[in-house]
Nanobody, 115 residues
Framework: VQLVESGGGLVQPGGSLRLSCTAS????????MSWYRQAPGLERELVAR????????DYADSVKGRFTISRDNGKNTVSLQMDSLKPEDTAAYYC?????????WGQGTQVTVSS
């Protein structure tokens, strides 16, 4: 299983970023995919997740209306469009998949929201 995130960076408050995760080594189209984030000194938290066909999505209250998760099962990618970014969105963002009883993580991509 391999998950590779990209798209992080430094952005001003109110700006946008789009994160992408390319997956390999498992049946991507058959599994729910998730994005988590972890800020320094805080626990890792669920940001958003999307079901196998992309019909069902779920978001943390703190990002509802600002972030959009999507997936392309033909390309084995899951994306996170982040709009109206706030300083409190600053964190390392991780792509994740749970297969049977194990959770797999990417290496993470840093998002910093600052003026």
């Amino acid at each position: 299983v391999q998950l590779v995130e990209s798209g992080g960076g430094l952005v001003q408050p109110g700006g946008s970023l789009r994160l992408s995760c390319t997956a390999s080594g498992f049946a991507f189209s058959r599994l729910t995919m998730s994005w988590y984030r972890q800020a320094p000194g805080l626990e890792r938290e669920l940001v958003a997740r999307i079901t196998v066909a992309g019909v069902g999505t779920d978001y943390a209250d703190s990002v509802k209306g600002r972030f959009t998760i999507s997936r392309d099962n033909g390309k084995n990618t899951v994306s996170l469009q982040m709009d109206s970014l706030k300083p409190e969105d600053t964190a390392a963002y991780y792509c994740s998949v749970r297969i049977l009883l194990r959770t797999y993580w990417g290496q993470g991509t840093q998002v910093t929201v600052s003026s």
